[in-house]
DNA sequence: CATCAATTGTACCAAACAGTACATAGTGTA
DNA sequence: TACACTATGTACTGTTTGGTACAATTGATG
């Protein structure tokens, strides 16, 4: 049914944008209700804690569609090199080819990283932790899978500075095809 | 000779720290003028136009440091081996083995990627363009050249990323050593 | 349509913000 | 020591900050 008054998860959504285009410390109040156009009444009605409370629901559900999307495949899927592809797929789609900022490691660079420090190496370690026991699965041996791992989830990261920096999206969709190669075919 | 007034040069040594640690959004002066021990009057006569010719300095002193200890190398050294090992030193060592990190790809992931956009675009594109021209004079293909340097530019942002979000320095380091192979011996 | 909780706009607050003005103090040179 | 000039501390500005209070509005339910 449609509503005039907003929810919560309508909120998040609206502010996980904000907080990617401006970071933490520049996202102002009225950074956030000119560009959620929602007014100081509804955010501190739904997030009372504050900025602090909205910075916290958004890593939550990114969290949460990561732990969906991605992670839950990587541990789960019967077929392994299907759940990295899926992975390569999802992330790809995530990022907008590499148009749009993963907010978590911009935090990790920041006070941000103290700040929202469990959310923070929550996501890269189950991210990590996710992927290697998918490659042992795989068939690589540990040490391997070790390196691939951090490698992968290090190389997205360091895929999407460069890109933005750059202004060169394709740089990203290069570095996803070779970490893809890499972890599917060595 | 022992000076008790500062000059410009050591307030931008200090300023590159405090940016490194807070963020340009979240440098504030009172930030600034706790952790340098500077005053308002120091930093805005060597600093008239405010917080952003302060960062603009910072960001300037970085692609100095870097285009001494390792892009002139990349370019000019006649053993390029040697240059790439030199980049890799000077990186381990600038970054504190992964306990420190690149003020340019925080930048690069925020606003300020638009703000200081030449000095960003500047320090990356260089970087990666000078790498790529030595790998090709270590023997590469073009193409090869152009992949294994986005990868190595990429993946040292990608494992500052990592290593700061897991508090592990050592994945910076493993990152390194990995790169640091698949330039010089493939 | 009456009710009531959920939602929202507005006015307000003290603190922190970036920046300015300027008199004082420190320094190299003559 | 006297000078010119650079560097600095302090007091001040108007603006923006994150956050609160609360009355008015909305929408689902009986």
């Not at 401006?22 to 950074?31: A, D, M, N, P």
């Not at 006070?111 to 190496?121: D, L, N, P, S």
Request: one cysteine or more.
């Amino acid at each position: 049914m449609a509503r005039l008054v907003s929810e919560r998860s309508d909120a998040v959504i609206a502010l996980a944008e904000v907080f990617r285009t401006h970071g933490f410390e520049g996202t102002s109040l009225s950074v956030i209700t000119a560009q959620t156009r929602m007014g100081k009444g509804s955010l501190y009605h739904f997030f009372p804690g504050g900025k602090e409370e909205m910075a916290e629901a958004v890593l939550q559900e990114i969290s949460r569609w990561f732990a969906e999307k991605v992670f839950r495949p990587l541990r789960e899927d019967p077929d392994a090199d299907a759940a990295i592809a899926k992975m390569f797929r999802e992330v790809d789609s995530y990022f907008h080819s590499g148009r749009r900022v993963c907010l978590v490691g911009a935090f990790a660079l920041g006070q941000e990283c103290a700040r929202f420090e469990q959310q923070v190496r929550g996501y890269f370690s189950t991210w990590v932790e996710d992927l290697e026991a998918c490659l042992i699965r795989a068939g690589h041996s540990e040490d391997r899978a070790r390196d691939l791992s951090e490698e992968a989830v290090g190389g997205i990261q360091g895929a999407l500075v460069l890109a933005r920096s750059l202004n060169q999206p394709e740089v990203f969709e290069r570095s996803l095809q070779r970490l893809k190669q890499r972890l599917t075919y060595e």
